[in-house]
Nanobody, 118 residues
Framework: QVQLVESGGGLVQAGGSLRLSCAASGSIVSINYMAWYRQVPGKQRELVAKIDGGGLTDYLDSVKGRFTISRDNAKLTVFLQMNSLEPEDTGVYYC????????????WGQGTQVTVSS
């Protein structure tokens, strides 16, 4: 079974920074895209950032210029560097990846809490 394990969440003041990590493990043959979503209280889960196998990225408009997604393919790890954090960034951040094991399957991590105080 594939596991995605997030780390790096925590409490930070507005204007501060956090770096999230998500490491994939298991009998993985290939990973296409990796992404970060967040669940904001009272809102739908939303895509924050995505990076495909070739390194092409996409971002939620509200985080452009502040967040950077990257990946280390050798370590099967995706990162989210979050700078200039705002209270509106508060939520549970989930790692997501499209992974080939026996077939292409979408996997989710357990989530890591990010809280930004004003």
């Amino acid at each position: 079974q594939v596991q995605l394990v997030e780390s790096g969440g925590g409490l930070v003041q507005a204007g501060g920074s956090l770096r999230l990590s998500c490491a994939a493990s298991g009998s993985i043959v290939s990973i296409n895209y990796m992404a970060w979503y967040r669940q904001v209280p009272g809102k739908q889960r939303e895509l924050v950032a995505k990076i495909d196998g070739g390194g092409l990225t996409d971002y939620l408009d509200s985080v452009k210029g502040r967040f950077t997604i990257s990946r280390d393919n050798a370590k099967l790890t995706v990162f989210l560097q979050m700078n200039s954090l705002e209270p509106e960034d508060t939520g549970v951040y989930y790692c997501n990846a499209y992974v080939y094991v026996y077939s292409w399957t979408n996997y989710w991590g357990q989530g890591t809490q990010v809280t930004v105080s004003s």
